[in-house]
T-cell receptor, first 119, second 114 residues
Framework: GAVVSQHPSWVICKSGTSVKIECRSL??????MFWYRQFPKQSLMLMAT?????????EQGVEKDKFLINHASLTLSTLTVTSAHPEDSSFYIC???????????????FGEGSRLTVL | AQKVTQAQTEISVVEKEDVTLDCVYE???????LFWYKQPPSGELVFLIR??????QNEISGRYSWNFQKSTSSFNFTITASQVVDSAVYFC???????????FGQGTTLQVKP
């Protein structure tokens, strides 16, 4: 099946620094990517919807200036956690929706997730 | 508003037992999609099934089966003859009109003991 890759898988950073997480669709084009956050022993919560070439749409309560999302190409979306603090420590998961026309049209694929720990 | 409820927080069974994970959803849309995902301890999400609102046929895939009942807004998941490798957190999710935006249930932690 189609593959979505996230990098890094895990990252530890100091409070106040910024961290960038990449989400790539390896074998299909994704016009839309989604970013979710999962705190320990909790469910996944949608943070934002990222459309290629346009601004991301953020869910209520998610600070767009803190969680910068860029979707510059059909295969790459990035999430940057700016000025990270310990409460931002979480598991961040992206998903990509395959663009029309391919074998996986409309299908949704998840990345492996990135675990962020802010000290 | 959309909502997915997985009332069972944790389930513990002994290997070879059958186990059913419940999922109840709420939506005002007539077209929607339901999903089940497995999240093993490693963290990644493993897709198990997608079912659209117009297809109420039950589905069986190996030891897995799903019972979709629109009348009760439920999409339950049964594992037959459970195995230790089935131990994971299982999420039920809802997407309106297959937009890709998923609303997840709280998850059910399944522990299968040898």
């Amino acid at each position: 099946g189609a593959v979505v890759s996230q990098h890094p898988s895990w990252v530890i950073c100091k409070s106040g620094t910024s961290v960038k997480i990449e989400c790539r669709s390896l074998d299909f084009q994704a016009t839309t990517m989604f970013w979710y956050r999962q705190f320990p022993k909790q469910s996944l919560m949608l943070m934002a919807t990222s459309n290629e070439g346009s601004k991301a749409t953020y869910e209520q309560g998610v600070e767009k200036d803190k969680f910068l999302i860029n979707h510059a190409s059909l295969t790459l979306s990035t999430l940057t956690v700016t000025s990270a603090h310990p409460e931002d420590s979480s598991f961040y998961i992206c998903s990509a929706r395959a663009a029309s026309g391919g074998a996986n049209t409309g299908e949704l694929f998840f990345g492996e997730g990135s675990r962020l720990t802010v000290l | 508003a959309q909502k997915v409820t997985q009332a069972q927080t944790e389930i513990s069974v002994v290997e070879k037992e059958d186990v059913t994970l419940d999922c109840v959803y709420e939506t005002r849309d007539t077209t929607y999609y339901l999903f089940w995902y497995k999240q093993p301890p490693s963290g990644e999400l493993v897709f198990l099934i997608r079912r659209n609102s117009f297809d109420e046929q039950n589905e069986i895939s190996g030891r897995y089966s799903w019972n979709f009942q629109k009348s009760t807004s439920s999409f339950n998941f049964t594992i037959t003859a459970s195995q230790v490798v089935d131990s994971a957190v299982y999420f039920c999710a809802l997407s309106e009109s297959n937009t890709g935006k998923l609303i997840f249930g709280q998850g059910t932690t399944l522990q299968v003991k040898p």
